[in-house]
T-cell receptor, first 115, second 110 residues
Framework: ETGVTQTPRHLVMGMTNKKSLKCEQH?????MYWYKQSAKKPLELMFV???????ENNSVPSRFSPECPNSSHLFLHLHTLQPEDSALYLC??????????????FGEGSWLTVV | QKEVEQNSGPLSVPEGAIASLNCTYS??????FFWYRQYSGKSPELIMS????GDKEDGRFTAQLNKASQYVSLLIRDSQPSDSATYLC??????????FGKGTLLTVNP
């Protein structure tokens, strides 16, 4: 139990489907993140929300759409994805994304396969 | 482009030995440094953080930071097979963004 819960853990979707990944943190944090992890590549930051405001969009294609209704919940809406989008999507949270002592805690991840 | 470099390995050590994992970074103004452990098929788990030059010890783990050389390392003493994992170095840069290295795969042989 990491304090950051992601669902679903595994998702297979077609290129024309629309699906969403969900993340919930129980740590009382104010910042939430989406990261993408592909084989043989470093973890890539996608989006950052701090106090529900999006503070970072790391040039992510519009087929990925984040939503943060409150500091505890984060969604990643997926539509018309490509096979190369298949990866492990990690949600994370921290106390405050602008704090120099910021420590980020990850959820277990959602394995996405696009067919 | 802020970069964090790690030797991808694999690094193979016998059980009981010291494993030494190294990391260099490009952002001179970085202040916070982290080591995460990631088992195959699992998410990264924070094992150490270090903020000032020198050594920081936590059980069998020691993190070492040298800001002048832009170098951070992780030593694992008395390595166990359960330490076999990928170790990710992460650096919090001047823009408060956490940049990760590609990770070093460590294998501890019984």
């Amino acid at each position: 139990e990491t304090g950051v819960t992601q669902t679903p853990r595994h998702l297979v979707m077609g290129m024309t489907n629309k699906k969403s990944l969900k993340c919930e943190q129980h740590l009382g944090h104010n910042a939430m993140y989406w990261y993408k992890q592909s084989a043989k590549k470093p973890l890539e930051l996608m989006f950052v929300y701090n106090f529900k405001e999006q503070t970072e969009n790391n040039s992510v294609p519009s087929r990925f759409s984040p939503e943060c209704p409150n500091s505890s919940h984060l969604f990643l809406h997926l539509h018309t994805l490509q096979p190369e989008d298949s990866a492990l999507y990690l949600c994370a949270s921290s106390q405050d994304s602008t704090d120099s002592g910021n420590t980020i805690y990850f959820g277990e991840g959602s394995w996405l396969t696009v067919v | 482009q802020k970069e964090v470099e790690q030797n991808s390995g694999p690094l193979s050590v016998p059980e009981g030995a010291i494993a030494s994992l190294n990391c260099t970074y490009s952002d001179r103004v970085s202040q916070s440094f982290f080591w995460y452990r990631q088992y195959s098929g699992k998410s990264p788990e924070l094992i150490m953080s270090i903020y000032s030059n020198g050594d920081k010890e936590d059980g069998r783990f020691t993190a070492q930071l040298n800001k002048a050389s832009q170098y951070v390392s992780l030593l694992i003493r008395d390595s166990q097979p359960s330490d076999s994992a990928t170790y990710l170095c992460a650096v919090l840069g001047s823009n408060y963004k956490l940049t990760f290295g590609k990770g070093t795969l460590l294998t501890v042989n019984p």
